[in-house]
């Protein structure tokens, strides 16, 4: 091995980068999590109307997915400790832009940018971690923290949303945040040691733009099919667009010199089982909470305080269970973390689903929420940890951005499948329950406008003494079925990844982190001298 090729010497994993690294995470998935908690009080001040609330959500998730491995690349080209700093930067931009907002595209403005700033916390965050532990103790170690501190990003959310909904306003919720991000950019400017793996690496602006234009249409497509409806011809020419542009992503990844994602990587069965179940498992969980949001907020009015409550079981176990995933992710194969954790999480939606939309205690929903939040729990970590250790250390780095793509795409799915699934159904129900009704003439009139324009959430939202308002009671109950159609969508999505990983995932643990595997082991092996962590 030549010294151009030689991977740069390993550097031991410091506190303050440690520290760094997981307030990093933590920002950014606050400001994933934060309009969840805010939705209801969204939709009465600023009135979105069909997909729109959708895509105050997704306007943050959709530039974290499709920059994700760009930012991958960014780190180890230019170092680490900058995007982290820059990151948290954007973040704290985006929140002033939200907070400020007047309006549904100012807010959308102000999700994007922070979003564009958590595509580079993501995986750099997780990056600067993976680069510096080598055993498998330190690995596990190193890995359940930073996913306790990403849960604990979801877990303050909705403490932030509800108590500044309840006592303040919105908007305060957004200035936390701005102030949190603030703090992680000056904590990496202070703390985090730099790292960086410039070897083979290279910036490949095929790959880049192919699955930016690919993953945008198909979420576009996706969002916009219920309003816009499925065979309009926006819709169709977006799912057409990403096909194209998907294919041709795996086209110039295949060609490239120094491919921004090394398709190689999926020859490992175990990387490529897990990255389904990425996907999957976290598409089920952040389809869980946006249910639970619109549930509580947008169709049942509850308060923001009320929505916190029913939110926190959901997020606050990977933090209280942290030391045991630790200890887990060391002594326990990960096919019965995953597929146990993923069990939890369909259990607790098919729960979830049953639980009648009249019913506003607080702990209607506790206990299947939970399920999902133990289930998530040990998925995230254990999803995490395979993805990283079962390729050789070289590839630690691309791992990391690949294993934070997947899932962040599984939670922009989320949202985005389960309201169009939710919303379709809803609008379904509502015009023919609204026709079988017994409302007057012009109640039904009013009524159906405002549906077509807006959707039954629209007509959920109006005041009960206006003309549309007599069919409120419709709308509650044609939203409750379709939301609770998006919990048993969930569950079931939940149910497969975790027959996926019982059967396919191997039943035996990764224990060499320091040693060079064989091709045997890991199919990608012989790729590693040119390859950087």
């Known amino acids: 091995m030549n010294r151009s090729t030689s991977p740069p010497p390993a ?9 760094a690294g997981c ?6 998935q606050i400001g994933l999590a934060i309009p969840a908690t805010l939705n209801g009080l969204l939709q009465t001040a600023l009135h979105p109307i069909g997909s729109q609330l959708t895509w105050i959500s997704d306007a943050f998730l959709l530039p974290v997915t499709v920059l994700e491995l760009t930012f991958g690349v960014l780190g180890d080209l230019f170092g680490r400790k900058r995007l982290l700093i820059g990151g948290a930067v954007l973040v704290a931009a985006g929140e002033l832009c939200a907070s400020l907002a007047s309006g549904v ?6 999700q994007a940018l922070a979003g564009l700033g958590a595509a580079a916390l993501f995986p750099t965050s997780l990056a600067v971690i993976a680069a510096g532990t080598h055993t498998v103790r330190t690995r596990a170690s190193g890995i359940a923290t930073w996913a306790a501190a990403l849960a604990s990003g979801g877990f303050l959310a909705p403490i932030i949303g509800g108590l500044a909904g309840n006592y303040a306003s919105w908007r305060w919720a957004f200035v936390i945040v701005l102030a949190i991000a603030v703090a992680s950019a000056v904590v990496s400017a202070s703390l985090a040691s730099d790292s960086r793996s410039p070897q083979g690496r290279s910036l490949d602006y095929g790959g880049q733009v192919t699955i930016l234009v690919g993953l945008f249409a198909l979420l576009y497509a996706v969002i916009q099919g219920p309003s816009d409806g499925w065979t309009a011809p926006s819709v169709v020419i977006a799912f057409v667009v990403a096909a194209v542009f998907l294919a041709l992503f795996v086209l110039a ?7 921004m994602l090394r398709l190689e990587l999926f020859r490992n069965r175990t990387f490529t089982i897990a990255s389904i179940t990425t996907v999957i498992g976290m598409f089920s969980f952040l389809g869980t909470a946006y249910t639970t949001s619109i549930r509580l907020g ?3 009015h509850q308060s ?10 959901s997020t606050i176990f990977t933090v209280l269970l942290a030391p045991i995933t630790s200890r887990l992710l060391e002594r326990v194969n990960p096919r019965w973390l995953l597929s146990g954790g993923l069990l939890l999480i369909g259990a607790g939606d098919l729960f979830a689903a049953t639980v009648d939309i009249d019913n506003r205690a607080w702990n209607a929903l506790l206990l299947p929420l939970i399920l999902v939040g133990i289930g998530f729990a040990l998925t995230v970590s254990s999803i995490t940890a395979t993805t990283v250790n079962t390729v050789p250390t070289h590839f630690a780095g691309m791992a990391s951005a690949s294993t934070s ?3 962040d795409l599984g939670f922009t799915l989320g949202p985005a499948i389960i309201g169009s699934i939710a919303l379709s159904r809803a609008a379904s129900v509502f015009t023919t329950n609204l026709a079988a009704s017994s409302l007057p003439a012009g109640a039904k009139g009013a009524a159906g406008a405002l549906a077509r324009e807006g959707g039954p959430l629209a007509v959920n939202s109006v ?15 044609a939203l409750a079925n379709g939301y609770s159609l998006g919990y048993l969508v969930c569950g079931l999505a939940a149910l497969v990844a975790c027959l996926l990983a019982a059967v396919a995932v191997p039943g035996r643990r990764v224990d060499a982190l320091t040693a060079e595997p064989s091709p045997a082991q890991h199919p990608t092996a012989e790729l590693a001298p040119n390859l950087s962590t």
């Open 253 to 259: 990844e295949h060609r490239a010199r120094a491919p």
């Open 298 to 300: 947008p169709i049942q």
């Open 463 to 477: 005041p009960p003494a206006s003309p549309p308002g007599a069919a409120a009671s419709l709308a509650e109950h």
């Open 11 to 19: 550097y031991a994993l410091r506190t303050g980068t440690l520290i």
């Open 405 to 407: 793509l997947l899932r």
């Open 304 to 313: 923001p305080l009320h929505t916190t409550v029913g939110l926190i079981p």
């Open 23 to 28: 307030l990093a995470v933590c920002v950014a």
């Open 105 to 110: 595209h100012v807010l959308w403005l102000g």
